[in-house]
């Protein structure tokens, strides 16, 4: 796959996370609590996600080309949409951005890219679904069944468009304008779960104790960029000392770096964990909203 050490890193945490909803999933499928195939369903989307960000499902143009802002800058790595491009080609010429703050509003724009590689799966397995449902000839009441699940898939696929296009009217506004010295987060992630908590339907006692917890979340964020580029600095230092043939110094760089591997390892899981279960409360919040 040719993929970095970050990469590989966040591979596992997606792998991992993975496996553990497939064991919950089998669990509930022996209690009987899958009967509409929904979850069973979800999980093979979330893995087509993982294979398709990956490079792993068999097309070339796929894998998204690893960028590594540390060793390469901002330059290695496409956004596959003439409206992204033009924006980020606007930002980088204005002069409104420090060397770190393009950095972050990179990490904004791949954020940004990856809900639309995420909708589309998502989209394209609706579909599907749609043409498998309309030759259907008999109804019954499985295909009402059936019907309520293509309900729950076009309501995610409202809430991700919803996301999409609040997303792209930040990047739009941040572009132009440069970064808002009061803004109140700064990781992509974070600010996309605060802009959909203030639409959903959360008190203002909840909402408060949200933003705190958005707090803690992008702290957990920033902590797991820190290893991250530590890890990719010392695979950097371990490739240049395999070729010198000094033993002691390659001994104590591969137990420098797997203990970085792990660590990373352990807080991508974390962060995706947590992103997951946020994520599920405000998707509640938005869809009390509709009712």
């Not at 043939?245 to 947590?274: F, P, S």
Request: charge should be negative; hydrophobic fraction near 30%; proline fraction near 1%.
């Amino acid at each position: 796959l040719h993929l970095s050490a970050v990469k590989l890193a966040e591979l596992h945490s997606d792998l991992k996370i993975q496996e553990k909803d497939e064991l919950s999933w089998k669990k509930l499928k022996a209690e009987g609590l899958d009967e509409d195939g929904e979850k069973e369903a979800k999980l093979r989307r979330n893995l087509n996600v993982i294979m398709t960000k990956y490079g792993m499902n068999g097309k070339k143009d796929s894998q998204l080309v690893d960028t590594n802002y540390i060793k390469d800058g901002t330059e290695s790595d496409t956004l596959d949409d003439p409206r992204l491009e033009k924006l980020w080609s606007k930002a980088k010429t204005s002069g409104k951005f420090s060397d770190e703050e393009l950095d972050k509003l990179w990490r904004e724009f791949k954020h940004h890219k990856e809900k639309i590689r995420e909708y589309n799966i998502l989209l394209e397995t609706v579909s599907r679904t749609e043409d498998i449902h309309k030759n259907v000839i008999n109804p019954s009441e499985e295909n009402l069944v059936k019907e309520e699940i293509l309900h729950n898939k076009h309501r995610e696929l409202k809430d991700k468009l919803r996301s999409i296009n609040q997303g792209f009217e930040r990047l739009r506004k941040v572009s132009h304008q440069g970064y808002d010295a009061t803004s109140e987060f700064e990781e992509p992630r974070v600010i996309d779960l605060w802009d959909m908590a203030k639409s959903a339907n959360f008190t203002e006692k909840e909402l408060e104790s949200f933003r705190e917890e958005l707090k803690h979340f992008e702290a957990k964020i920033e902590k797991h960029h820190h290893y991250q580029k530590q890890l990719e600095i010392s695979h950097q230092k371990l490739k240049h000392v395999e070729g010198t043939g000094d033993k002691d110094h390659l001994n104590r760089n591969k137990e420098k770096y797997a203990m970085l591997e792990e660590k990373t390892k352990e807080l991508g899981y974390k962060v995706k964990k947590h992103l997951q279960d946020l994520s599920s409360r405000i998707s509640q919040g938005l869809q009390h909203n509709e009712l």
